[in-house]
């Protein structure tokens, strides 16, 4: 086989599909094809980060309703691959918003064949949705030129379309394909209202009059070889008046190339020498250079382009332009190089124009600027490094907290015992506290993980951030200037972890400023609507900037500050950032950081508000509370269950233990017989090869409705432990837990149930 070679990604549920569509590819004697395969829209992501995919074909019968979903995702992700849809027949509504949407094609199933497969293939690729104009070309040399009007006209975002002296459509973008439907010339003229009002004039004649009176229709004129064609575009111009151009194809030159400066992609053309003889304006502002300072320029000294992966350059992209039968696709981390030093990604294509004697005369570019897609797949990216980190971080909570709540419960109750020996008494108070500090260290681990879930309440941030923002800055050379809006608004948070949040970042600013400087600290009401804010969805917010005026932090770091374990301090172990990352993330907000070597570093958090009333909550503190009631423990592990009991039977209360579901219902089913029920169960949320907490507290509620349960977990993957009342329990303690925090719990579950 000799076609040309096509890399392609099959996006199929169906293995049996699949297997057809591969054969039917088999096929072809104009491509040859490698087939990659994923059945899901994850997996196609994943294939799409390992190779370099020229084509897409997705099915949109996915299942769970990915499909048309799936396909706007990858689109957006990677918008720079032509993607041809596959559709049941019943589904075509399916397949024209995926053209509307993006796709270059789409074919029905189950009419497909080899035919129509490879022909869709051909115009996702070539561009050319009509084979063949609707009437000859005369002129030979003029075939180039219109091959370059298609071609530029696919990457303009508008609808656009051209046509024929007569009126009739000669061809359609995907946007206006997307738009116009299966009969274009119909929908055109009752979408302008070209023929019911005005039958004695052109359609062509009336859409000029109409560009003439409205800012959002564009027409320009089109010479080629003998022939005239107009291009009608509609929607928002990206670059501000219209005016008709006309390009002509002239004799001394077999390629000629479109001038559509109201497109929102830049386009260069050069010649066979590969010196440029076009730029539009959008090209103009991504080089930076003026299109007379441009003409007659080699391509690579306005140009400027660096990849990171393959170090390739403008040359190499020409070299293999010139032998490429099909638009060659730009590498995916390609970086341009503006002239005032100004980077921008970009995605596009490089198009090799041939003359009528399939001479090579020229290429074309065509690109667009990707950098805010590119920084979403980053962020993307970021949340699955930390969901990695969240991976370890829960393997190891539940049996690492559950040692701890051995630990420190055992030393409380020790403590109790020698009441009477201050010395012992003193030592095991610093063992608590260090057992203390460790839960700490856990709880900031388990931030990474899905059960690092916010136990979240109403608050005013401002108590919060001025309170952990001062603690950071105590004995440090730093002043702060701290600012906050009258009417701030509520936010619905948990403090522990805002509270983290805000002191990581103060220490960081400190340590940028080893000799001292400023700090600015501010809160206010924030209105995010459209693209206010990169990633953050339009409503009202809280904005919490923390602003320093230290070293900086340099282009290539910043890019990697929120990654797990990325730290340029020699004693730091890279979990700071990342951690305040993930807890915003986990209060629905987003972090966003900004900075200029030698000048400073400002980051900027913004929560979504609460309409809920705060509430101010008395709680006292570090009280050991006894009590008389009957307590059922339900734990796996045989340390926690004897340690629990130990210590609730010295509060005074009776105590039954169970290590497992079967014996928990025995013993509560038993007691309720008896009409001496327990008073309160304490419940773990997880007993692996069990049932879990939820499942048990429904046991137990089939036998008595009115049983009070608390539950308690060091690590879990729902929210039970933050909205513990939503699934029916009545109170909560995070293992590990201390003798006062248990007791305090257990009365104040006890005397709410005793005042009902």
Same mark, same amino acid.
């Given at each position: 086989?000799?076609?040309?070679?096509?890399?392609?990604?099959l996006?199929?549920?169906?293995?049996?599909s699949a297997?057809?569509?591969?054969?039917?590819?088999?096929?072809?004697?104009?491509?040859?094809?490698?087939?990659?395969?994923?059945?899901?829209?994850?997996?196609?992501?994943?294939?799409?980060?390992h190779h370099?995919?020229?084509?897409?074909?997705?099915?949109?019968?996915?299942?769970?309703?990915?499909?048309? !979903?799936?396909?706007?995702?990858?689109?957006?992700?990677?918008?720079?691959?032509?993607?041809?849809?596959?559709?049941?027949?019943?589904?075509e509504?399916?397949?024209?918003?995926?053209?509307?949407?993006?796709?270059?094609?789409?074919v029905?199933?189950?009419?497909?064949?080899?035919?129509?497969l490879i022909r869709?293939?051909?115009y996702?690729?070539? %561009?050319?949705?009509?084979?063949?104009?609707?009437?000859?070309?005369?002129?030979?040399?003029s +075939?180039?030129?219109?091959?370059?009007?298609?071609?530029?006209?696919?990457?303009?975002?508008?609808?656009?379309?051209?046509? @024929?002296?007569d009126?009739?459509?000669?061809y359609?973008?995907?946007?206006?394909?997307?738009?116009?439907?299966?009969?274009?010339?119909?929908?055109?003229?009752? !979408?302008?209202?070209?023929?019911?009002?005005?039958?004695s004039?052109?359609?062509?004649?009336?859409?000029?009059?109409?560009?003439?009176?409205?800012?959002?229709?564009?027409?320009t004129a089109?010479?080629? %070889?003998?022939q005239?064609?107009?291009?009608?575009?509609w929607?928002p111009?990206?670059?501000?008046?219209s005016?008709?151009?006309?390009?002509?194809?002239d004799s001394? +030159?077999?390629?000629?190339?479109?001038?559509?400066?109201?497109?929102a992609?830049?386009?260069?053309?050069?010649d066979?020498a590969?010196?440029?003889?076009?730029?539009?304006?959008?090209?103009?502002?991504f080089?930076?250079?003026?299109?007379?300072?441009?003409?007659?320029?080699?391509?690579d000294?306005?140009?400027?382009?660096?990849?990171?992966?393959?170090?390739?350059?403008?040359?190499?992209?020409?070299?293999?332009?010139?032998?490429?039968?099909?638009?060659?696709?730009?590498?995916?981390?390609?970086?341009?190089?503006?002239?005032?030093e100004?980077?921008r990604?970009?995605?596009?294509?490089a198009?090799?124009?041939?003359?009528? @004697?399939?001479?090579?005369?020229?290429?074309?570019?065509?690109?667009?600027?990707?950098?805010?897609?590119?920084?979403? %797949?980053?962020?993307?990216?970021?949340?699955d490094?930390?969901?990695?980190?969240?991976?370890?971080?829960?393997?190891?909570a +539940?049996?690492?907290?559950?040692?701890?709540?051995?630990?420190?419960?055992?030393?409380?109750?020790?403590?109790?015992?020698?009441?009477?020996?201050?010395?012992?008494?003193? +030592?095991?108070?610093?063992?608590?506290?260090?057992?203390?500090?460790?839960?700490?260290?856990?709880q !900031?681990l388990?931030?990474?993980?899905?059960?690092?879930?916010p136990v979240?309440?109403?608050?005013?941030?401002?108590e919060?951030?001025?309170?952990?923002?001062?603690f950071?800055?105590?004995?440090?050379?730093?002043?702060?200037e701290?600012?906050?809006a009258?009417d701030?608004?509520?936010?619905e948070?948990d403090?522990?972890q805002?509270g983290?949040v805000?002191?990581?970042?103060?220490?960081?600013?400190?340590?940028?400023?080893?000799?001292g400087?400023?700090l600015?600290?501010?809160?206010s009401?924030?209105?995010?609507?459209?693209?206010?804010?990169?990633?953050l969805?339009?409503?009202e917010?809280?904005?919490?900037m923390?602003?320093d005026?230290?070293?900086?932090i340099?282009?290539?770091?910043?890019?990697?500050?929120?990654?797990?374990?990325?730290?340029?301090?020699?004693?730091?172990?890279?979990l700071?950032?990342?951690?305040?990352?993930?807890i915003?993330?986990?209060?629905?907000?987003?972090?966003?950081?900004?900075?200029?070597?030698?000048?400073?570093?400002?980051?900027?958090?913004?929560?979504?508000v609460?309409?809920?009333?705060?509430?101010?909550?008395?709680?006292?503190?570090?009280?050991?509370?006894?009590?008389?009631?009957?307590?059922?423990?339900? @734990?796996?592990?045989?340390?926690?269950?004897?340690?629990?009991?130990?210590l609730?039977?010295?509060?005074?209360?009776?105590?039954?233990?169970?290590?497992?579901?079967?014996?928990?219902?025995?013993?509560?089913?038993?007691?309720?017989?008896?009409?001496?029920?327990?008073?309160?169960?304490?419940?773990?949320l997880?007993?692996?090869?069990?049932?879990g907490?939820?499942?048990?507290?429904?046991?137990?509620?089939?036998?008595?409705?009115?049983?009070?349960?608390?539950?308690?977990?060091g690590?879990?993957?729902?929210?039970?432990?933050?909205?513990?009342?939503?699934?029916?329990?009545?109170?909560?303690?995070?293992k590990?837990?201390?003798?006062?925090?248990?007791?305090?719990?257990?009365?104040?579950?006890?005397?709410?149930?005793e !005042?009902?």
């Amino acid at each position: 086989m000799t076609g040309t070679v096509l890399e392609v990604l099959l996006i199929e549920a169906n293995p049996e599909s699949a297997t057809a569509i591969k054969e039917l590819l088999r096929e072809s004697d104009r491509f040859e094809f490698k087939v990659s395969y994923a059945s899901t829209v994850a997996g196609a992501l994943e294939q799409l980060a390992h190779h370099n995919i020229s084509l897409m074909l997705l099915d949109l019968d996915l299942p769970n309703g990915q499909g048309l !979903q799936g396909f706007e995702n990858i689109h957006q992700a990677f918008p720079e691959i032509p993607k041809i849809v596959l559709a049941n027949v019943s589904d075509e509504d399916s397949a024209l918003k995926a053209i509307a949407a993006g796709a270059k094609e789409y074919v029905l199933k189950p009419r497909i064949n080899a035919e129509k497969l490879i022909r869709a293939i051909a115009y996702a690729i070539d %561009g050319s949705r009509f084979n063949e104009p609707q009437k000859p070309v005369p002129v030979a040399s003029s +075939h180039a030129f219109w091959q370059a009007c298609r071609k530029m006209i696919d990457f303009c975002d508008n609808p656009s379309i051209m046509l @024929d002296e007569d009126g009739s459509v000669f061809y359609l973008n995907p946007a206006a394909a997307g738009a116009l439907g299966k009969q274009p010339e119909e929908q055109l003229d009752a !979408q302008f209202d070209l023929t019911e009002n005005h039958p004695s004039e052109t359609r062509i004649s009336r859409l000029r009059e109409l560009a003439d009176r409205r800012d959002d229709i564009l027409w320009t004129a089109l010479f080629g %070889g003998d022939q005239v064609r107009y291009v009608f575009s509609w929607g928002p111009s990206k670059q501000g008046e219209s005016a008709p151009v006309a390009v002509e194809n002239d004799s001394g +030159h077999d390629l000629a190339f479109l001038m559509l400066n109201h497109m929102a992609e830049a386009v260069i053309g050069t010649d066979k020498a590969d010196r440029i003889i076009y730029m539009n304006g959008v090209a103009e502002q991504f080089t930076e250079f003026t299109l007379d300072e441009a003409i007659g320029e080699p391509l690579d000294n306005i140009f400027q382009m660096m990849v990171r992966e393959d170090h390739s350059n403008c040359q190499m992209i020409l070299d293999h332009t010139r032998s490429a039968s099909a638009p060659l696709l730009l590498p995916r981390d390609t970086l341009i190089v503006g002239k005032r030093e100004t980077t921008r990604f970009i995605a596009g294509s490089a198009t090799a124009i041939v003359d009528g @004697d399939g001479e090579f005369a020229g290429t074309v570019l065509v690109f667009r600027d990707v950098s805010d897609r590119r920084q979403i %797949g980053e962020n993307l990216r970021k949340a699955d490094k930390l969901e990695s980190v969240g991976l370890l971080a829960g393997g190891i909570a +539940h049996d690492y907290n559950n040692l701890l709540t051995g630990i420190l419960g055992n030393i409380s109750l020790v403590k109790l015992l020698v009441n009477a020996d201050p010395r012992a008494r003193k +030592h095991l108070g610093q063992a608590e506290k260090a057992l203390l500090r460790s839960r700490e260290l856990t709880q !900031q681990l388990l931030t990474f993980s899905k059960g690092g879930s916010p136990v979240k309440e109403v608050a005013t941030i401002q108590e919060i951030v001025e309170e952990s923002a001062g603690f950071a800055l105590s004995g440090a050379k730093v002043s702060m200037e701290f600012s906050a809006a009258d009417d701030l608004k509520a936010v619905e948070v948990d403090r522990g972890q805002i509270g983290q949040v805000i002191h990581n970042l103060v220490i960081n600013a400190v340590q940028a400023m080893p000799d001292g400087g400023g700090l600015e600290l501010t809160l206010s009401n924030f209105i995010a609507f459209g693209e206010t804010v990169t990633n953050l969805a339009p409503g009202e917010y809280i904005r919490i900037m923390v602003k320093d005026n230290g070293k900086g932090i340099s282009a290539e770091n910043i890019e990697k500050i929120f990654d797990p374990y990325f730290t340029t301090k020699k004693s730091g172990n890279g979990l700071g950032l990342a951690i305040c990352y993930s807890i915003i993330r986990k209060h629905d907000g987003i972090m966003t950081v900004s900075s200029q070597v030698g000048e400073g570093t400002q980051f900027d958090i913004y929560l979504p508000v609460s309409d809920k009333t705060v509430e101010i909550h008395v709680k006292e503190g570090g009280e050991i509370i006894s009590g008389h009631q009957k307590i059922l423990v339900i @734990d796996d592990e045989l340390i926690l269950v004897e340690t629990a009991h130990d210590l609730l039977e010295f509060l005074g209360y009776e105590v039954q233990t169970a290590l497992n579901s079967n014996d928990a219902f025995e013993l509560f089913e038993k007691a309720t017989a008896e009409s001496k029920p327990f008073d309160v169960v304490l419940l773990d949320l997880t007993l692996p090869g069990d049932l879990g907490g939820e499942e048990i507290l429904k046991g137990l509620k089939d036998i008595d409705p009115s049983v009070k349960a608390i539950v308690s977990s060091g690590y879990s993957t729902s929210t039970i432990m933050s909205e513990y009342a939503n699934y029916g329990f009545a109170g909560m303690v995070s293992k590990p837990y201390s003798v006062e925090e248990l007791s305090e719990e257990l009365q104040r579950v006890i005397s709410h149930a005793e !005042q009902k």
